[in-house]
């Protein structure tokens, strides 16, 4: 039994909560407080930030803050893909930023420098967005997920963030949301009126990178558990293997966790799987280098790729996708396979077609997101 | 710290010369000793009171020359307890001199026991000329806590200063296995910092200790190879690379020689563009009259003929 006093392990260093002074009585800003109360963080210091002030800060070295925030950009946004490599499409919506967990090799490292994890409290105003982008033409499809600049659920428990979004989308039949997530929170569930217009999503890893290089977050375990409950409840789950990390012992590694995916999901309950190499903006590695002293992966062959990041040698990138899409396949995984970010010839070399052959990777993705 | 102006003039073996202060000690110029034999001395050395005696502050090089001359020494008295105001002094002293980084180096292991790291960058650093936060203060950091020989190494020129901070991440063991690159070659800055950093990021890599890929790579044997200084460095840094990135070597030295065979006996260069993130290969000339491009296009013609563009435009590709 998990005590209900606890808030999970990941949220536990939030040390004060930051609120702008717009948004004390927002109704995010009431939720926040009622799930704190009762909680081990019962007591922490709400603090309003007045207008103007551009810049909050945590106290001690280890604390993370909860910032509450009227954001004023575009909540809805296109991913920013390249035109080197093809991107799958996607669309962004933009709820906050910064993640509390610590992944070795995440890109919000270099984004975020601070430990403060944003949230737009301003949700009237996102919706507004949302309700025009997605109300406009109601044959236009979308397929959109949250978990750009954080992660989808990590502060489910707190803000109920994504059970909002679901509740919302219910209205739009031309949206499908997805929801990619290294935690395991499935409240958001009995929001959802279709099971085919949300897929929960995880990341999975090679054990011993999530063992050594993923801190704070849900075990490979409780993933497969909770998309396995998901499945059974009638939705559709997407699995990502993003980053693929070439350390010594990958085969075995990675062999272990595709296998184990079939102990819990049948690939018909799968909508879509995407394979990425890790990659980076050169910037990172000195970061990653700093905060992860043991992640020995970042010094093996990478050269600038065709967008400026650092990307692991093609031949050594291959040998990891051919080796996991001849497994993945041999499971029955099929169409629902692509590649993120990955350039044509990779595509042919790996999968003996490229998105051009078959209308492109937006609209597969859109197909099977869809559900046809 | 005070001074107290009391000029005096002593015998020079009355003086002490041995402390740490005088970090920067260099013996006497022939231009310096001829002065004070002409013009005479006209600026004191500065000396304290230990209790024990006399003892040099600053102005050693003053103090040996009049020594040599069998002259007496005009001395300031300063009043300098410590030995930080010592060193302080002994700064001040040599405030117009120039300076070069193991100066800087020697000036800082010289306080950094009686100072704290933060003191240390605030107050002695732009004494130094360097600014505080700056790469070069960055680099200097790294480099007091390395013990010899490689502040050695730095005041020969054989190793750079920018080589600090991956000097200052290698774990000792390794270190002391580079050090004998470093024994008798004087490392430019770009080849110091690329070769250790190499080396240091092929370890990380394979686990390996640096002595084991050192010498699994060959470069351990390199300096008993008889090679003039410069090929030795570019031979070392040739295998510190292919054992960082030994995958990539392959390929480029594949595509290399396919590359040659290709181009054999014409003035066109055939490169890979961008480390086989792609095939392909891109052909370059330069021409500047109508028959050296009549004579790029009648090569390339018989080039197009040749056997192993395929195989050229194909490396990177699946090793099936
Ligand atoms: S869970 Fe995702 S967003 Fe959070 S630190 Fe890990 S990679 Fe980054």
Known sequence: MTDPAQLPRHLRRIGRVFVDESMLDSPLARRVRDRLAGTTHADIPWIAVPEGQDRVECAGRDEQALYLKEYKGRFLRFCPGTRAYHCCGYRIIHIGENCPMACSYCILQAYFQDRVLKVWANQDALFRELAEGFGADRTSRFRVGTGEFTDSLALERLTGYSRDLVGFLADYDNVVLELKSKVVDLSWMDAATRTDRVLPAWSLNAPAINQGQEFDVSTLEERLTAARTCAEAGFRVCLHFDPIIHFPGWREGYAEIIDRIFDYVRPEQIAYMSLGSFRCMPQLTPIIADNFPDAAYIYNEFVPGLDGKARLLRPLRLEQFSFMVERLRRHGMDEQLYFCMESTEVWNEVFGFAPQDFGGLNRRLMDRAFGN | ?320
Do not use: C
């Open chain 2, 1 to 320: 710290m005070p001074t107290t102006p009391a000029l005096r003039t002593l015998a020079a073996d009355e003086i002490r010369t041995g402390g740490d202060h005088l970090f920067w000690t260099a013996d006497p110029s022939e231009t310096l000793s001829e002065s004070l034999r002409r013009t005479g001395q006209t600026a004191p050395v500065l000396v304290r009171d230990t209790g024990d005696g006399p003892e040099l502050v600053a102005g050693r090089a003053r103090l040996l020359a009049l020594r040599a001359l069998g002259r007496p020494v005009l001395v300031l008295m300063v009043d300098a307890p410590a030995d930080l105001d010592a060193g302080l002094l002994y700064l001040a002293d040599n405030a117009a001199r120039p300076l070069d980084d193991a100066m800087r180096l020697a000036a800082l292991r010289f306080f950094a026991p009686l100072l704290d790291r933060a003191a240390l960058a605030a107050d002695i650093l732009p004494r130094l000329g360097v600014r505080p936060g700056s790469k070069d203060a960055r680099l200097l950091d790294a480099w007091l806590d390395l013990p010899e020989p490689w502040p050695g190494h730095l005041a020969e020129g054989r190793v750079p200063l920018a080589a600090g901070e991956v000097l200052a991440r290698l774990a000792p063991a390794d270190r002391e296995a580079a050090a004998p690159l470093f024994a008798s070659l004087g490392w430019s800055r770009s080849n110091g910092v690329n070769l250790l950093t190499w080396l240091f990021e092929a370890g990380k890599m394979t686990g390996k200790p640096l002595a084991d890929l050192l010498a699994e790579s060959g470069m351990a044997d390199v300096p008993a190879l008889g090679l003039s200084p410069k090929d030795a460095m570019a031979r070392l840094v040739a295998l510190a690379r292919q054992t960082r990135y030994p995958a990539l070597s392959a390929l480029q030295a594949e595509f290399e020689e396919t590359a040659r065979e290709l181009s054999a006996g014409t003035a066109w260069r055939v490169v890979q563009p961008n480390n086989f993130e792609t095939g392909g290969a891109e052909l370059t000339i330069q021409v500047k009259t109508p028959a050296q491009l009549a004579r790029a296009v009648d090569d390339l013609d018989a080039m197009a003929a040749k056997p192993g563009w395929e195989k050229l435009w194909n490396m990177g590709g699946r090793r099936d």
